[in-house]
């Protein structure tokens, strides 16, 4: 009797144990997972590199940052407020929310979308440019970096991810580049986790030298 005592106490202890383990309610990628990460102290950090008209990436400078610092109301709405190091050039400020399954900005402007099937926005720029932003899951992956969410380990692993392609082009007909017409960047969102490969060209620079920068995820960690 005593024995079985002793056995229904250990059992007892064992499932105890189990039920103390955090879970996270998603994996990341699944169809569930948040599109926009919104808990406080949550950050991203990135690898930034110099990229050539070959196409060879060299480090630049130092890493990014990114953190979820609050939140804020702006004309009746509740954005995410994120602080950004953005490519080295010091303290930016983003305010997202999601839209109906897009995330956007406080000026309205869509910068990546959980959809399958693509979308395409377009607008006119004031310096006569026109910006065509498509959104899609295009068969795109990306090796996810280890991390943490609430404090448990995700190892690296490859996952799927929404890419925006952005398209920049002239009206006039005039040249983006020596290399191009048009100007053409990327970003890449892993659901749940968030921006994961982010690009950047400087007018007068990829002009002359058809360059741009890029960073990519290097390590986050999710506070839900």
């Known amino acids: 009797m005593r024995q079985q005592l002793l056995f ?42 110099k990229v050539d008209s070959n196409g060879i990436a060299t480090p630049f400078g130092r890493p990014d940052t990114i953190r979820i610092v609050g939140d804020s109301v702006i004309n009746g709405n509740t954005y995410v407020h994120l602080a950004d190091t953005w490519f080295n050039i010091g303290a930016w ?62 190892p690296a692993r490859p996952m799927p991810a929404y890419e925006m392609q952005l398209h920049d082009y002239f009206t006039n007909g005039m040249h983006m580049s020596i290399c191009d017409s048009g100007l053409y960047l990327r970003r890449l969102f892993v659901p749940g986790i968030g921006l994961a490969i982010d690009q950047l060209a400087w007018a007068n620079e990829h002009y002359a030298f058809c360059n741009y920068y890029e960073r990519r995820l290097t390590y986050y960690e999710l506070n839900l």
């Open 8 to 49: 229904l106490l250990l059992i007892s202890g064992i499932v105890s144990c189990q039920k103390e383990t955090p879970r996270t309610p998603f994996s990341p990628g699944a169809p569930n997972a948040p599109i926009l990460r919104t808990g406080m102290g949550s950050y991203y950090v990135y690898d930034i590199f």
């Open 93 to 154: 400020n983003w305010f997202f929310r999601d839209s109906s399954g897009h995330v956007v900005d406080h000026h309205g402007l869509v910068y990546w979308a959980n959809r399958n099937m693509p979308d395409t926005i377009t607008f006119q720029s004031p310096n006569s440019y026109v910006v065509t932003h498509a959104i899609g899951r295009a068969n795109q992956t990306f090796a996810l970096p280890a991390g943490r969410i609430n404090g448990i380990l995700f």
